[in-house]
C-alpha cells in the first residue's frame, strides 16, 4: 500500500528565505513521486518528478526535490521564495496498478513581503 | 484553449437533488479520472477509466456513479447529493501508456456546495 505524509498544513515564508515543504512516504514498491502545485481558483499542474533517473530532480519556477530512499523523503525546496509562490503543493505517490496517484494533505505555502 | 475543461465551475443544489459534473479534454488521452478535493485530505480518487468501456470504482465511490461518453467526456454524478458531498471536484488525464510515471493533466476544478 502507498500513502503520503506532507508534514506543515500551513508554511510561512518572507520573500527571499528559503522555501522547504517536507513529504515522506510509504510504498510497498519502488516508488514514483510527484510534486504538483495549486494556485487559488486552478487545477493542479505538475512541479516536477522522481523516475528513478536521478535522485535529485529539478523542476519549474526553480524549484526542485531531492529522493532520499533512506529516509523515505522527497522534500520540496527553493532557494529564494517569491511571492508568486504562494500557492498549495502536493506530494503524490504513484500506485504499481496503471498510475493512479496517492495524494498527501497538501501544504500551503504564504509567502511574505 | 485549456486541454480539460469542466463544467460547471461553481454550483450550488440542495440536499436530494441529482448533479452532474462534465469533464473534456482535448488532449487525446484515453485515461480519466475524478477526484474530490478536502481541505487537509488532499485529493482523493472517485473513479477513474482506462478507455471508454473501462471504468472502475475508486477509494471514495460511495454516493457517486460515472459515465463515459467518448474518449474525450467523462461525467461525474451525485444521485441523491448529500452536505458531506460539499467539496472540490478535479477530473484528470493521463495518457494511455499507463506508466506510473505519466503526468496526470488536472482541469480547473468545480466547486460544489450541497446545503
Known amino acids: 500500500a502507498q500513502s503520503v505524509t506532507q508534514l506543515g498544513s500551513h508554511v510561512s515564508v518572507s520573500e527571499g528565505a528559503l522555501v522547504l515543504l517536507r513529504c515522506n512516504y510509504s510504498?510497498?514498491?519502488?516508488?514514483?513521486l510527484f510534486w504538483y502545485v495549486q494556485y487559488p481558483n486552478q487545477g493542479l499542474q505538475l512541479l516536477l518528478k522522481y523516475t528513478s533517473a536521478a535522485t535529485l530532480v529539478k523542476g519549474i519556477n526553480g524549484f526542485e526535490a531531492e529522493f532520499k530512499k533512506s529516509e523515505t523523503s522527497f522534500h520540496l525546496t527553493k532557494p529564494s521564495a517569491h511571492m508568486s509562490d504562494a500557492a498549495e503543493y502536493f506530494c503524490?505517490?504513484?500506485?504499481?496498478?496503471?498510475?493512479?496517484?496517492?495524494f498527501g494533505g497538501g501544504t500551503r505555502l504564504m509567502v511574505k513581503p | 484553449d485549456a486541454d480539460v475543461t469542466q463544467t460547471p465551475r461553481n454550483r450550488i443544489t440542495k440536499t436530494g437533488k441529482r448533479i452532474m459534473l462534465e469533464c473534456s479534454q482535448t488532449?487525446?488521452?484515453?485515461?480519466m479520472y475524478w477526484y474530490r478535493q478536502d481541505p487537509g485530505l488532499g485529493l482523493r480518487l472517485i473513479y477513474y477509466?482506462?478507455?471508454?468501456?473501462?471504468?472502475n470504482k475508486g477509494e471514495i465511490s460511495d454516493g457517486y456513479s460515472v459515465s463515459r461518453q467518448a474518449q474525450a467526456k467523462f461525467s461525474l454524478s451525485l444521485e441523491s447529493a448529500i452536505p458531506n458531498q460539499t467539496a472540490l471536484y478535479f477530473c484528470?488525464?493521463?495518457?494511455?501508456?499507463?506508466?506510473?510515471?505519466?503526468?496526470?493533466?488536472f482541469g480547473p476544478g468545480t466547486r460544489l456546495t450541497v446545503l
Open positions: 477509466s482506462f478507455d471508454v468501456k473501462d471504468i
Open positions: 484528470a488525464t493521463s495518457a494511455v501508456a499507463g506508466r506510473r510515471t505519466d503526468t496526470q493533466y
Open positions: 488532449k487525446g488521452h484515453d485515461r
Open positions: 503524490a505517490v504513484s500506485h504499481n496498478a496503471g498510475n493512479m496517484l496517492t
Open positions: 510504498s510497498s514498491v519502488p516508488p514514483y
